[in-house]
């Protein structure tokens, strides 16, 4: 695994050979959530992923980024790499009070181990970057409410997983929250909902193609054509023309694409401009 080259994507070349500590695992969620986009677009470019951690790490290494089961797997093995205790979980992500809540594997979680603080004095911390726009930094596994930027989060036991834990997003978010079990899992684990949310068209990533990035401040999303700043600096625009996408993809999220052809390209341009066109046609006037 490249590490060195991770490191880099992240700006931290520095930590290289460091041991385990609270403020590296801090450096380390902040500057992934910043500089690697959660985002779905190989779905859209008609390229399939696989969940293998490796090969995600070659994506992010690349330029690009995933969802949670490449970035939290990613970032698994990059934690591994570097000393700490990693322990793989299997979740799932209540989008709002019309779903269950339930662990089905539609989100991949992680926690890392034996780096305790006066905010964890257990030592354990909830680790996700696959949240979109969840997490900017690590969460103690304490029972109680945290700030970050805009948003208010809440931890605590799940109701609907005896020894699991619940994420309760703020209401502002984009889902209403998150179970997992305490219990270690692989990656096998997921590799049924990583089929359903890559080909089905029940998938919210194939109906909407979505980038988001987390900072300290807020969050940045990009829904097909449509830019939106939640957080400081509130906005909404429009991403009109081909060019108008691309640099704000660029500027925004990180995406250059150089790993993507010319042809690539205007398939995607013409599917992100069909998709925008249905979902205005759907508008009130």
């Keep these: 695994m490249d590490v060195d080259g991770y490191l880099r994507r992240l700006g931290l070349a520095s930590l290289a050979g ?10 380390l969620h902040t500057a992934h959530a910043e500089r690697v986009p959660y985002e779905c677009l190989e779905i859209w470019l008609g390229r399939p992923t696989t969940i293998e951690p490796r090969d995600s790490v070659r994506r992010i290494v690349a330029g690009r980024g995933g969802y949670c089961y490449h970035l939290n797997g990613a970032f698994s093995a990059l934690l591994r790499a570097l000393g700490y205790q990693v322990t793989r979980h299997v979740g799932g992500v209540q989008g709002n009070a019309s779903q269950p809540a339930e662990v ?11 780096l305790p603080s006066d ?7 909830l680790v996700d970057l696959g949240m979109g726009d969840g997490l900017h930094a690590p969460l103690p ?4 409410e945290y700030r970050q930027g805009p948003f208010r989060y809440a931890l605590r036991p799940s109701e609907v997983e005896p020894g699991g834990w619940r994420f309760d997003h703020d209401p502002a978010g984009s ?33 909407v ?23 400081a600096d509130p ?16 500027d925004v999220f990180g995406l250059t694409f150089t790993d993507v052809t010319a042809a690539e390209r205007d398939a995607l341009w013409s599917r992100l401009a069909a998709a925008h066109e249905q979902w205005l046609a759907g508008q009130p006037a």
């Design 18 to 27: 460091q041991a385990p500590s609270v403020a590296g695992l801090h450096a």
């Design 141 to 144: 596994l304490v029972a109680g």
């Design 119 to 125: 905010d964890a004095p257990g030592g354990t911390w």
């Design 235 to 250: 906005r909404r625009v429009e991403l009109t023309t081909r060019n108008d996408y691309f640099t704000a993809m660029a």
């Design 104 to 114: 089905n594997a539609n989100h991949l979680v992680l926690t890392v181990s034996g």
């Design 209 to 231: 193609a979505t980038a988001v990035r987390r900072d300290a401040t807020g969050v940045d999303l990009v829904r097909t054509l449509v830019l939106t700043r939640i957080g």
């Design 175 to 207: 889902f209403l929250g998150m179970d997992f079990r305490g219990t270690a899992t692989e990656m096998t684990a997921f590799q049924a909902q990583h089929q359903h949310l890559s080909t089905s068209p029940e998938s919210g990533f194939v109906r």
